[in-house]
Protein backbone atom coordinates (compact mmCIF):
# COMPACT_ATOMS: atom_id res chain seq x y z
CA UNK A 1 0.00 0.00 0.00
CA UNK A 2 1.52 3.23 -0.76
CA UNK A 3 1.74 5.89 1.72
CA UNK A 4 2.45 9.64 1.63
CA UNK A 5 2.19 11.44 5.27
CA UNK A 6 3.16 14.63 5.77
CA UNK A 7 3.78 16.19 9.40
CA UNK A 8 5.35 19.03 11.20
CA UNK A 9 2.80 21.45 9.99
CA UNK A 10 1.13 24.42 12.81
CA UNK A 11 0.61 27.94 13.45
CA UNK A 12 3.88 30.25 12.86
CA UNK A 13 3.94 34.03 13.08
CA UNK A 14 4.78 36.37 10.24
CA UNK A 15 8.43 36.03 9.92
CA UNK A 16 8.88 32.97 11.11
CA UNK A 17 10.42 29.36 10.02
CA UNK A 18 8.81 25.76 9.74
CA UNK A 19 9.65 22.95 8.27
CA UNK A 20 7.38 20.11 7.16
CA UNK A 21 8.75 16.17 6.59
CA UNK A 22 6.99 13.11 4.21
CA UNK A 23 7.47 9.80 4.67
CA UNK A 24 6.49 7.40 2.32
CA UNK A 25 5.86 3.59 2.37
CA UNK A 26 5.08 0.92 -0.07
CA UNK A 27 6.97 2.80 -3.54
CA UNK A 28 11.05 2.06 -4.31
CA UNK A 29 11.55 6.03 -3.31
CA UNK A 30 14.52 6.26 -4.80
CA UNK A 31 13.04 5.76 -8.31
CA UNK A 32 10.69 9.04 -7.99
CA UNK A 33 10.53 12.45 -8.37
CA UNK A 34 9.37 14.59 -4.67
CA UNK A 35 7.02 17.35 -4.65
CA UNK A 36 5.52 19.97 -2.34
CA UNK A 37 2.26 21.57 -3.53
CA UNK A 38 0.07 23.57 -1.21
CA UNK A 39 -3.54 25.05 -1.69
CA UNK A 40 -5.19 27.91 0.08
CA UNK A 41 -9.07 28.03 0.26
CA UNK A 42 -10.29 29.17 -3.16
CA UNK A 43 -7.37 28.71 -5.17
CA UNK A 44 -6.21 26.28 -7.23
CA UNK A 45 -3.17 23.95 -5.83
CA UNK A 46 0.47 25.19 -6.70
CA UNK A 47 3.71 23.66 -7.29
CA UNK A 48 5.50 24.90 -3.83
CA UNK A 49 9.29 22.70 -4.84
CA UNK A 50 10.02 19.82 -6.05
CA UNK A 51 13.53 17.41 -6.09
CA UNK A 52 14.29 14.96 -8.56
CA UNK A 53 15.51 10.68 -7.40
CA UNK A 54 18.63 11.43 -6.29
CA UNK A 55 18.35 14.66 -4.83
CA UNK A 56 20.69 16.24 -7.21
CA UNK A 57 18.30 18.46 -8.64
CA UNK A 58 16.17 20.78 -6.83
CA UNK A 59 13.56 23.31 -8.60
CA UNK A 60 11.29 25.94 -6.39
CA UNK A 61 8.45 28.27 -7.21
CA UNK A 62 9.59 31.61 -8.67
CA UNK A 63 7.99 33.58 -5.85
CA UNK A 64 9.55 31.38 -3.16
CA UNK A 65 13.16 31.16 -4.00
CA UNK A 66 15.11 32.36 -1.08
CA UNK A 67 12.50 31.58 1.29
CA UNK A 68 11.94 27.85 0.52
CA UNK A 69 14.29 24.87 0.44
CA UNK A 70 13.20 21.35 -0.15
CA UNK A 71 15.51 18.21 -0.02
CA UNK A 72 15.33 14.74 0.18
CA UNK A 73 16.74 12.11 2.69
CA UNK A 74 16.81 8.88 0.06
CA UNK A 75 18.01 6.38 3.27
CA UNK A 76 15.23 7.70 5.10
CA UNK A 77 12.40 8.07 2.38
CA UNK A 78 11.66 11.10 3.37
CA UNK A 79 11.67 14.77 1.58
CA UNK A 80 11.56 18.07 3.60
CA UNK A 81 10.35 21.05 3.04
CA UNK A 82 11.80 24.23 4.85
CA UNK A 83 10.33 27.49 5.02
CA UNK A 84 11.87 30.22 6.04
CA UNK A 85 10.57 34.44 6.90
CA UNK A 86 6.67 32.91 6.36
CA UNK A 87 4.07 35.34 5.37
CA UNK A 88 0.85 35.15 5.93
CA UNK A 89 0.13 34.54 2.43
CA UNK A 90 2.24 31.09 2.78
CA UNK A 91 -1.20 29.66 4.56
CA UNK A 92 -2.08 26.70 2.85
CA UNK A 93 -2.44 22.99 3.38
CA UNK A 94 0.71 21.71 2.18
CA UNK A 95 0.76 18.40 0.07
CA UNK A 96 3.19 15.97 -0.57
CA UNK A 97 3.41 14.19 -3.84
CA UNK A 98 4.87 11.51 -5.83
CA UNK A 99 5.83 10.57 -9.09
CA UNK A 100 6.84 7.69 -11.01
CA UNK A 101 9.55 9.53 -13.64
CA UNK A 102 12.57 11.09 -13.11
CA UNK A 103 11.91 13.54 -15.10
CA UNK A 104 10.78 16.74 -12.75
CA UNK A 105 7.79 18.84 -13.66
CA UNK A 106 5.70 21.50 -12.19
CA UNK A 107 2.09 20.02 -12.71
CA UNK A 108 0.03 18.77 -10.32
CA UNK A 109 -1.21 16.28 -12.75
CA UNK A 110 1.91 14.29 -13.35
CA UNK A 111 2.30 12.92 -9.74
CA UNK A 112 0.37 10.07 -9.00
CA UNK A 113 0.83 9.86 -5.11
CA UNK A 114 -0.54 12.23 -2.83
CA UNK A 115 -0.56 12.98 1.10
CA UNK A 116 -3.67 14.14 2.99
CA UNK A 117 -1.91 17.23 3.32
CA UNK A 118 -1.10 19.40 6.38
CA UNK A 119 -2.03 22.42 7.49
CA UNK A 120 0.31 25.80 7.58
CA UNK A 121 -1.49 28.96 9.22
CA UNK A 122 0.66 31.97 9.44
CA UNK A 123 -0.45 34.92 11.71
CA UNK A 124 0.14 38.35 10.68
Known amino acids: QVQLVESGGGLVQAGGSLSVSCATS????????MGWFRQAPGKEREFVAGVSWSGGSADVADSLKGRFAIARVNAKNEVNLEMNTLKPDDTAVYYCAARRDRIMTRRPADYQYWGQGTQVTVSS
Open 26 to 33: GLVFGGLT
